[in-house]
Each structure stands twice: as C-alpha cells, then as structure tokens.
C-alpha cells in the first residue's frame, strides 16, 4: 500500500473511534445531566474514558510496534533438538529468495513490506502495518477495546433514549442532542458488528495459538483428511488454552489487558509434538512422486543449452491467400457452407492454397484454395464476388430432397384424380348455369350455388 493511502487509512479509523466517543459525552450526556459535574456523572463517564484511552493506546501500539524481522545471518540449528520447519519438496529448512535469508518458524515474506515477518498474521491495511510476533498481543488488546468500548457507548446512548422516552418534560432531548444520537448510532453500530465478528475469529485464534496463514493451513489439511488422502495431524503449535493465550498476552493473567512486551524472540516456538523437523502443513501424497524444483541456470535455455522446441511463435502458420491461418491437415474444416457453389468437401482433394507473401501484389485467381470464398482484388482492397445465397440455398434444399432414399416426401391424396377434372366439371357446371339461365331468362341468386356465385 501507498504511505499516503496508509495514512488516510490511519486517519479514517481515528475518525471512526474519536467521534461517536467525543460526540457522546459533550452533545448527549453532559446537556443530559445538566451541564453540572455530579458524582453520577463521573461515575458514568470515568470507566468510558478509561477505556477509550486503552484502545486508542493498543491502536497507536499496533502502528508504531515492529512485527519483528529475521536477523542477518539468521540460521536454523539442524543439530539441536529445537524444532525447525522445512520445505514440502526438498526436506531442507525454509529459505526466501527476496530476502536471501532463511525462514524462522512460522514465518512469512509479505509484499507490503518487502520483508519476512516473524509469526505473520496477516497485513492490515487500517495500521499500515503487519501483525506479526510482537504486535499481535497489541492487536488483540485492541480489539477487545473496540468490543467493550462500543458496547458502553450504545449502552450509555440508549439509555438516554430510554430517559428522553418517559413522562418528564425535562428529559426531552434538544434537536442537536437528537441528531448526534441519530449520528452516534449511525457510527458505533456497524463498528461493533463488523469489528465484533473479526474480534471473535482472532479469539478463537488465540484459544488455538493460531495465525490466519496457519488457519488456512489447518483447514487444507483438514480437506485432505476428509478426502482420506492423510492421517488426522495434529496442530504442532497447540499448546493447550492456559499456554496459547500465555505465549501472546504473557504469563500473568492479571497484565493481559495491559500492554505488554510477548516472550520470546519469534526465532523458535515451543512445540507440542516430539518432532525435531516437523513439516506443517502436512503435504498432499499424491504429489509425493513428484521430483523436486530446480531452477535451471539459464531461465531461456532448454535441458541441454539448446532452444526449446515446445516455443513457438503465435503467428507462425502460414497465411493463405484469404488471409487465414492454414488449419491442420488432420481435420480440415471449410470456412463455406456446404451449399455454397464452391464448396468442396475438405476431406476429399483437399488442396492446399497459396501462401500468402507480403512482396506479392498480383490480383487474386478465382479458383483460389479448396474451401476459400473468391475474392479479386480491387483498387479498394479485397472484393467478395456477390451471391444469391437465399438461391443457393434453396437449390441445395432441392438437391438434396431429389436424392435418391435421403427423405421421405409426403404426397397427400385428392378426394379428385386430378386437378384438370377438377376444372373440367367446374366449366360443365358453369355451361350448364348457363343454358338454365338462358331458358328461364333470369334467375335469383338464392339459385345459384354459393361455390358458383
């Protein structure tokens, strides 16, 4: 992140923590109770204010505090019985390629930082800075802050509300205490449910002696374990409740809520397991045949110092004379409709078209390649030669109903054997209406037949 997006960030959550606890005691408690210092109100307001205090101080905490960093020349001893974590492919402790250094446990390389960070939780973007081995306690202290100080300040506001709400006159509340109530809810609620839900996943990640990273991991290897890839494993960090909480917050329950330097460098973590090179996240087996990644000394040469024959360029097929990329001779496709008046199956005699040359500035044939539409070329450009396809089409339709066995054509049968006996009887009839009409002379039209009128 930008240092100046960190800082608007910082300032964002500032904002968002002195407003509602500014707000509410000068525009809603303090008009409430008379604007006169009373032992009630000190009572009221004194463990609000020592609370906004800690959490404003845990928060400052959590920006200026170094996560912790891997000393130069930093390497895990393979010969003690201390546990060091390795790699998943080669089995050799961890080693990062930025930093040239090798990896504690439990350690991790962050981008923001450009750096390996010690015990890395994750980088949080609200203190533009990572959660590592020394500030987690901090940031843990904050969020229980948070929680507690939000709960107190919605409790205080609603009591008021309830106040404002009885019988005494005296207790309603002026238009600008009822629009910093309005605005105080606005803020402190969505704090509360927000940082409320984060609060209690990293509770719940204390309990376990678990990072975010670590809490990713667990829930692959759980994955594998449904899948019934690997054993159960158990978490090599887990220490039990009373030591998880211990080796973050510190050893005396009493300074837990105090900020407190964490035990411990960050170089070494004590383990529950009885495993001097223990390999967590514990590696899926069907890639257990897989050979281990090397890096070849030239990243643009292939095995044998040669160029590798897999590399092809993208617009290395050859162009016919339509402008299109010659396709595989083991299926050809034709570009045409198979009722097109140059369509040719491209199966049979498959030719071949000429190659396209950019020094070539000679008009175009029209027998053209097997399959290609006929062009010429004009003083504009290329030129399609114009058809009839709605004529096209309905001569294939006809072709292929006249072959023989294809379809079954459906004739219906006339109740007449033709349709010029048809007309013979309808003239004899008309002749016949005639004579009548010339013996009687005249003749109404309810005589005539309604066919015949």
Same mark, same amino acid.
């Given at each position: ?31 409430? $109770? ?5 032992? &009630? /109100? @000190?009572?009221?307001? %004194? ?8 959490? #404003? ?112 006159? $005296? ?5 600008? &205490? /009822? @629009?910093?109530?309005? %605005? ?8 509360? #449910? ?260």
């Amino acid at each position: 992140m930008h240092p100046i997006l960190g800082r608007i960030a910082i300032c964002f959550v500032l904002f968002l923590i002195l407003f509602p606890v500014l707000t509410c005691q000068i525009y809603i408690i303090w008009p409430w $109770y008379g604007r006169e210092l009373s032992v &009630e /109100l @000190i009572t009221l307001l %004194l463990p609000f204010n020592v609370l906004a205090v800690s959490l #404003l101080w845990n928060y400052y905490l959590c920006i200026v505090t170094d996560p912790g960093e891997v000393p130069d020349g930093w390497k895990p001893d393979t010969q003690s019985n201390e546990g060091y974590e390795v790699k998943k492919l080669t089995g050799c402790p961890r080693f990062c390629r930025t930093c040239e250094k090798f990896k504690p446990p439990r350690s991790h390389h962050c981008k923001q930082c450009d750096r390996c960070v010690l015990r890395m939780d994750h980088h949080c973007p609200w203190t533009n800075n990572c959660i590592g081995h020394f500030n987690y306690g901090h940031f843990i202290r904050f969020l229980f802050y948070v929680d507690i100080t939000c709960s107190y300040h919605l409790a205080m506001v609603s009591y008021r509300v309830m106040a404002a709400s009885g019988r005494r006159y $005296y207790d309603e509340p002026t238009g600008a &205490e /009822l @629009i910093f109530i309005i %605005l105080n809810y606005v803020f402190a609620v969505p704090v509360i #449910l927000v940082v409320g839900a984060f609060s209690l996943y990293h509770f719940h990640s204390l309990l376990g002696n678990t990072t975010t990273i670590e809490g990713w991991e667990k829930d692959k290897a759980a994955m594998l374990r449904r899948h019934g890839k690997i054993e159960e494993v158990k978490f090599p960090y887990n220490l039990g409740v009373r030591r998880n909480i211990a080796s973050i917050l510190g050893n005396n329950p009493l300074l837990w809520c105090c900020p407190t330097v964490p035990p411990g460098t960050g170089l070494k973590y004590q383990l529950s397991v009885a495993d001097e090179h223990h390999n967590w996240p514990p590696r899926d087996p069907t890639l257990a045949n897989q050979l281990p990644f090397k890096l070849p000394d030239n990243p643009w040469t292939y095995e044998n110092g040669d160029v590798n024959p897999n590399l092809r360029p993208s617009n290395g097929r050859l162009r016919g004379v339509n402008g299109n990329r010659h396709k595989s001779s083991q299926d050809p496709v034709s570009v045409l409709p198979p009722y097109h008046p140059d369509y040719e199956d491209p199966g049979v005699d498959a030719r071949p078209g000429r190659l396209y040359s950019p020094d070539s500035d000679s008009d175009y044939s029209e027998e053209g390649c097997s399959g290609a539409i006929r062009v010429r070329r004009g003083s504009e450009g290329y030129e399609v030669r114009p058809v009839n396809r709605e004529q096209m089409l309905q001569e294939y339709v006809q072709d292929q109903i006249s072959e023989a066995g294809r379809y079954q054509v459906y004739e219906p049968e006339h109740t007449l054997e033709s349709d010029e006996d048809f007309e013979d009887e309808f003239e004899e009839d008309v002749d016949g209406l005639s004579r009548e009409v010339g013996d009687v002379g005249t003749i109404s039209d309810d005589d005539v037949p309604l066919a015949l009128r």
